[in-house]
């Protein structure tokens, strides 16, 4: 029996992708910008309650200097990061430009199959399976580095892009079987271990959220293995037939103490 069903997910952090422009002449004034934009990120990066946030200066970004990202455990608390920003002496010399907003997400998708290959959806039976398997993933270092991501150590580069799965007549991620999307989405999977160690993802959902379903956000040592992995994802058939994507921007993550250097202030 086909099973047009949404695969079970597990959700962690929720996620803040900001993009601002900066007032040039204010921020590269000599004294004090540097300083408490430093301070505001010291405070900002070291969040008591779980999650990071952290500073990425865009390149060809059109318009947009800086990237900051966001992790939380909750709604609130990216509200006060935002409302900190806001109202900072730094966010007096920023616009912002773009803004993201999503939850760190993992996917059930192989799981969902096995339990529609075992059980009809909807009865009491697929449920415990779905629960089980969602228990047991959810306890899983490698799931739980994929809800709760680290800052990865030495992959100075970022890439940020809000990214949907296609409806169209014929070429419909949703109207497909969910065996069949578990299917591609290993194949996807696939693809992306050739990158280990190379590329760390950071998959954020967004449906419901925001414009997108759902948000990526790519960490690498080389800005080329950005090129390269999303080359080669094009050719596997979930970004091939189904994918569809936003902007996309590209940086260099830096720490609190080199926003002088960043801002060229002296
Ligand atoms: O094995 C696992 O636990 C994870 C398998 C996996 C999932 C479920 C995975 C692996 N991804 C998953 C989900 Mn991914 N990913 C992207 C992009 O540019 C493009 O064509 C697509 C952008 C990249 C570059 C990438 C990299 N992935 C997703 C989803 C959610 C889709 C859904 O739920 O339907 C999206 C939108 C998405 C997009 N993926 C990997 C990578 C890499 C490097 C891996 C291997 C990482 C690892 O093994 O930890």
Redesign the pocket.
């Known amino acids: 029996m086909p099973s047009q069903i949404a695969?079970a997910?597990l959700e962690g952090w929720y996620a803040l992708h900001q993009m601002f422009s900066i007032d040039w002449p204010m921020g590269s004034r000599a004294g004090g910008f540097a300083e408490q934009a430093a301070e505001l990120f010291e405070q900002l990066t070291a969040a008591a309650s779980g999650g990071w946030s952290e500073a990425v200066r865009l390149v060809g970004a059109g318009g947009a200097d800086f990237m900051f990202i966001h992790f939380r455990p909750t709604l609130e608390e990216l509200a006060e990061v935002q409302r900190t920003i806001a109202t900072s002496e730094v966010g007096r010399a920023m616009t912002l430009t773009f803004e993201y907003l999503s939850v760190t997400?993992?996917?059930l998708?192989h799981a969902t199959a096995e339990a529609a290959k075992a059980a009809d959806p909807g009865s009491e039976e697929f449920r415990a399976k779905i629960a089980e398997a969602s228990a047991a993933e959810a306890a899983s270092a490698?799931?739980r580095?994929?809800l709760y991501p680290e800052v990865p150590e030495g992959m100075r580069y970022v890439s940020f892009?809000p990214?949907t799965?296609r409806r169209a007549v014929e070429q419909n991620?949703y109207a497909l079987d969910v065996r069949e999307?578990s299917r591609l989405?290993?194949e996807?999977?696939m693809?992306?271990?050739r990158?280990?160690g190379r590329?760390?993802?950071v998959?954020t959902?967004s449906v419901g959220l925001d414009d997108w379903?759902?948000g990526?956000t790519?960490f690498a040592r080389d800005p080329l293995d950005?090129k390269r992995?999303?080359t080669e994802?094009?050719y596997?058939e979930?970004?091939a037939v189904y994918?569809e994507?936003g902007r996309f921007f590209t940086g260099i993550r830096f720490a609190p103490r080199e926003w002088g250097a960043m801002l060229g202030a002296a």
């Open positions: 695969p997910t997400e993992a996917g998708y490698h799931v580095s994929r892009y990214m799965k991620w999307r989405m290993r996807h999977g693809t992306g271990r990158y280990a590329i760390f993802q998959i959902g379903e759902w990526v790519l950005f992995i999303v994802m094009r596997d979930a970004s994918g994507f």
